[in-house]
């Protein structure tokens, strides 16, 4: 039962990249002669313009074009780039590493402090709770882009303790790799905090107002007992979700974050083939983007019918 | 009459020795007796690691789809180009082809290549190469193919002698063989797929692939079998694609970085221990005046209004306003390190928006609107360019384009006008973009008696010196008719330090590793 709904999700999601990269080829297609003149620069000729078209295959029928894309894609050939000549597929999954090794960890941390934070704040309230409020607040105020500066030139330019720009993947040197995402991971999870913590902090404390935990008191459970193993439970099911469109927000950030660190990451590669007019490599970040959410959906869904068994599949 | 250049023996990049170079080893203009040639120099004790930041990587490898500008960095260390700028003058210098010779019409070009040149691969890079890499350049679409529009055939005369035949000559291809067109591919491999990403080359560096993560870090590790490799004092080049001036400026203070160019408010933030290169033009900023002839726009066919556009410039404000004060304010298109430049000429148009006005109302095209595409690059300057047009009594109109829509919407006859900022390249190159009729600039292909007289000369002239005095006329005529409106040269910083100097003054504007050099 189970892997049959895994199986019909995953062929929806499908379905959606299918569609959705069919729209952005069509709506692609009208740039096809600006990208030509563009690859060719100042002294783009008409004739030039036109012999390059035709080599790219743009000058085709755009549902033969598509087609063919979507018959390489299927077999996991996403072309190249007109501009570089990389594949576009290994090329995309090595971008997505680069940007999935920051977000992961900074998601990891992210659910872990804000749990600690919100549940804290719920169930002791009072100073606690002004705390948590507070750091969430300041999270929310302190401009990502403006934390990520100011921790580059204290700890990397003055200190010298991280490196202010680059990446080192972990199969490198696991050391450096967690050096030059530190920064990084730091401003996500501090952006990613402010927003989860308060969102537990809420769900806690309607939880911890219910009459079930009022009976579990009367009985001599311990708070920590009700809170750990009975209210935290009810509440992770909308943290989750909060977590799964947390996931998807810090992809946008990274741009910004790919940007002032120069990671080779996924948001920077979109950015610059979305300026550049990259067709195939635009196709290929559309078709990932949308697998991607498909399966965080997807993970999340299951992750909450764990958690929550009213929320299962019959 | 022939025109020539003869070879000279490999020069050291160290920052002294090259301002002397610089001096010693100025070329004539007309050929004739070869030059004294530099003292032979000897390899630095230690070879240094040079690692500068550029705001974009290599589009591609492949010879025939090499962009000039920034993205020369990394191709020209792995592809050796047939001729080369000195620096801090300017003028060609040979290269992998140690001399050149015209024939009398400029329709032949016979190349001397240097001996004992090989590919990484160990391969001799001989006559059979360049013409298997300027056949193929010609056959090929892409950014080079163009560049071989006049070339009607390559042949190899011997192991070391290339005749390029001209339909007509040319006078921007030698300027264009220290560039992608000069590049020189390994023919053996230059079809193979890794040309694009990974190719053979003769140049002074093989990519390291493992380091190198394209688009955003490229490893270059020298070559000690590189003809050349006394010249250069670097065992490795890594080329860093910091798009982002504030990570560029953060990787150079911190060291991960030795050079990149600064913005001017941060370069108070550096120490002594910063070498800082002013360059005072490296592009020019200007309105280009695509309808010239007021075909579809009437206003634009009269000198007045164009002249009017021109004086309701504030060109001091922009470059203190909008440019930190770094570059010079211009009224011609020419690079002012070039021959064809004429300081004179910038006090045509001194700001005066009033009389811009009255040149307006005296046309009779009081109240005019035009529509100018917004992109990118025009950002910064369109309240000032805005609020200059409505000081004359006309209207601007920026319609937003997206980026990979610029070049289609400046050339599609839509728009009167355009924003641009172009890099130089050489005066007969400069020429032709602006104001012959297939220019870029001139998209409409506007040209006049006057133009095509001195466009006559220019193209029929092989000796440049001798051709000089039309290029100059073009340019006095294009600044009184008032076919653009040029704003500033924009300049640019250049800090480094760890002993890396750049050595060059801004006048060889060909971005490789033999701008920089190391201090003694």
Redesign the interface.
């Known amino acids: 039962m189970m892997i049959s709904y895994i199986l019909r999700r995953l062929g929806a999601g499908l379905i959606l990249a299918v569609l959705v990269t069919f729209i952005t080829f069509l709506l692609l297609s009208t ?1 096809f ?3 030509a ?9 008409p004739e ?1 313009t036109a ?2 078209m ?2 790219k295959g743009w000058d085709r029928p755009l549902i033969v074009q598509y087609f063919d894309w979507l018959a390489g894609a299927v077999q996991g050939d996403f072309g190249v780039s007109v ?4 594949p576009v597929g290994p ?1 995309v999954v ?1 971008r997505l590493l680069v940007t999935l090794s920051v977000i992961v960890p900074a998601l990891l941390i992210t659910v872990v402090v804000s749990v600690v934070l919100g549940v804290w704040a719920a169930s002791r309230g009072g100073l606690a709770d002004r705390i948590s409020q507070g750091i969430s607040l300041v999270g929310y105020i302190v401009p990502g882009l403006l934390l990520a ?1 100011g921790l ?2 204290v700890f ?2 003055r200190l ?1 303790w991280l ?5 080192t993947p972990f199969s490198e040197d696991p050391a450096a790799w967690a050096r030059s995402i530190t920064i990084p991971v730091i401003v996500l999870t501090i952006g990613g905090v402010a927003n989860m913590a308060a969102q537990v902090r809420g769900r806690m404390i309607d939880e911890l107002r219910r009459d079930y935990v009022r009976t579990l008191r009367t009985r001599g459970v311990s708070t920590t007992s009700i809170v750990v193993r009975h209210s935290l439970r009810n509440a992770a099911s909308p943290a989750l979700t909060v977590m799964s469109l947390e996931f998807i927000q810090m992809f946008g950030s990274a741009l910004i974050i790919e ?4 990671l ?1 990451g996924y948001g ?2 979109a950015f ?1 083939a979305s ?3 990259d067709i195939p490599v635009i196709m290929g970040i559309t078709a990932f983007g949308v697998l991607l959410v498909t399966v965080v959906n997807l993970l999340t869904d299951l992750a909450n019918g764990w958690l929550n068994p009213k929320a299962r599949v019959h | 009459m022939s025109i020539s250049r003869t070879a000279r023996r490999p020069f050291r990049l160290a920052a002294l020795g090259a301002v002397a170079l610089a001096t010693a080893l100025t070329l004539s203009a007309c050929g004739g007796s070869p030059e004294a040639a530099p003292t032979d120099a000897s390899a630095p004790a230690v070879e240094k690691d040079l690692a500068i930041a550029a705001v974009s990587g ?3 490898l ?1 010879p025939a ?1 090499l ?1 000039d500008g920034q993205q020369q960095f990394v191709w020209s260390s792995i592809l050796d180009t047939l001729l080369a700028k000195e620096n801090n003058t300017g003028e060609l210098i040979p290269n992998a082809a140690e001399s050149w010779e015209y024939n009398e019409d400029g329709t032949e070009l016979t190349l001397q290549l240097r001996e004992g040149m090989t590919f990484s691969t160990g391969d001799p890079v001989n006559a059979d190469a360049v013409v298997a890499t300027m056949l193929r350049n010609k056959a090929t ?3 080079v ?3 071989y ?1 006049a070339v009607a055939d390559v042949v190899a005369e011997d192991d070391l002698t290339v005749k390029v035949e001209f339909d007509s000559f040319d006078p921007q291809f030698l300027s264009n063989l220290t560039g992608g067109a000069g590049a020189i591919g390994d023919p053996a491999t230059m079809d193979e797929e890794r040309t ?2 990974d190719p053979v080359g003769s140049g002074p560096f093989t990519l390291d692939t493992a380091k190198t ?5 490229y490893v270059l590790a020298k070559r000690d079998d590189y003809w050349n490799a006394d010249a250069i004092p670097f065992k490795t080049f890594t080329v ?5 001036p ?2 560029s400026f ?2 150079l ?4 970085i030795n050079a990149a160019t600064v913005q001017t408010q941060l370069l108070g933030q550096l120490g002594d221990e910063y070498a800082i290169q002013k360059i005072e033009a490296q592009a020019v900023a200007y309105l280009d005046i695509l309808d010239r002839g007021g075909e579809k726009w009437p206003a634009l066919g009269d000198q007045r209004v164009r002249q009017a556009i021109n004086y309701a410039i504030d060109r001091e404000g922009v470059l203190k306003g909008l440019f930190n004060g770094v570059g010079m304010v211009t009224e011609q298109i020419f690079s002012p390190y070039g021959k064809v430049y004429d300081e004179a000429l910038n006090k045509t148009y001194e700001y005066d928006p009033e009389k811009g006005k009255e040149l307006v109302e005296e046309a009779g095209y009081a109240g005019e609107t035009f529509q100018i595409p917004s992109t ?1 690059l025009s950002t910064t300057l369109e309240p000032t360019l805005t609020q200059a047009f409505a000081d004359i009594g006309l209207t601007l109109e920026w319609v937003p384009v ?7 919407a400046h ?1 599609s006859g839509d728009y009167p006008l355009s924003f641009q900022f ?1 890099g130089f390249n050489s005066d007969p190159a400069d020429a032709a ?1 602006h104001y012959s009729t ?1 220019g ?1 600039a001139n998209p409409r292909g506007y040209t006049d008696d006057t133009i095509d007289e001195l466009f006559g000369v220019i193209n029929t002239t092989v000796d440049f010196d001798a051709a000089l005095p039309s290029y100059q006329e073009l340019n006095a005529y294009a600044v009184e008719q008032a076919f653009e409106a040029p704003i500033v040269f924009v300049g640019g910083t250049w800090a480094s330090r760890d002993g890396i100097v750049m050595v060059d003054d801004g006048r060889s504007s060909v971005p490789t590793v033999r701008l920089f050099g190391v201090s003694e």
Do not use: C, H, M, W
């Open positions: 740039s002669e600006d990208v003149k563009t690859i060719l620069g100042q002294s783009a000729t030039a012999a390059l035709q080599t501009y570089t000549s990389l090329t090595q500066i580059v030139v990397a330019v010298k490196p202010a720009t680059g990446y940007n002032v660190f120069a080779p920077s590669f610059n300026l550049q007019g | 290599p589009n591609s492949d789809q962009v679409p892409g950014v193919q163009v560049k529009a694009a990403t993560v394209p688009g955003s870090t860093r694609v910091l798009q982002d504030t990570a953060n990787a203070q911190a060291g991960e990118f997206p980026p990979q829509q610029a070049q289609s050339l172009t973009s297939s870029y």
